[in-house]
């Protein structure tokens, strides 16, 4: 697969799913050809859940890394957990989640739980573009 652009957007660390947000979407409104609003929306969404997992599930340390490519964008978030996310069946009273991998796996074409060569891991999602 061709790159389109290596630049992992302004590669972001910590913060909040909000801060993660901003920055894919700066990534994303610099990209040529420009990427569809659907495709913008899906990929905020993505970059949300996987963020809001690893500040919820590993600690709360984070890192974004975004690419482009010819047909997708990949997401990937890496933290300090080596714990891969798992599907759990959906709270729906009790507020404790369940829905975020579910939905990424559904968005993305591929996803993909890679470890870290010093710990932790990477969580990588594929999105049409």
């Known amino acids: 697969m061709d790159t389109v652009s ?15 947000r901003r920055g894919a979407r700066a990534f994303l409104d610099g990209l040529l050809p420009p990427v569809t609003s659907e495709a913008v929306g899906t990929v905020l969404l993505v970059v949300s859940e996987l963020v809001t ?4 599930h590993a600690g709360g340390t ?8 010819p047909d997708g ?8 957990s080596p714990q891969a ?4 069946t959906p709270d729906l009273h009790g507020g404790t989640g369940g ?19 010093t710990g932790g891991k990477k969580v990588s999602a594929f999105l049409p573009r």
């Open 85 to 88: 996310p798992r599907l759990r």
């Open 99 to 117: 829905f975020g991998w579910p939905l990424v796996n559904r968005l993305a074409r591929t996803t993909a739980v890679t470890p870290g060569s």
């Open 6 to 20: 290596t630049r992992g957007a302004p590669t972001r660390s910590g913060g909040s799913a909000a801060d993660a």
């Open 62 to 69: 984070w890192t974004l890394e975004l690419t482009a490519h």
């Open 53 to 56: 997992n690893a500040l919820r």
């Open 73 to 80: 964008i990949e997401v990937a978030v890496h933290d300090p």
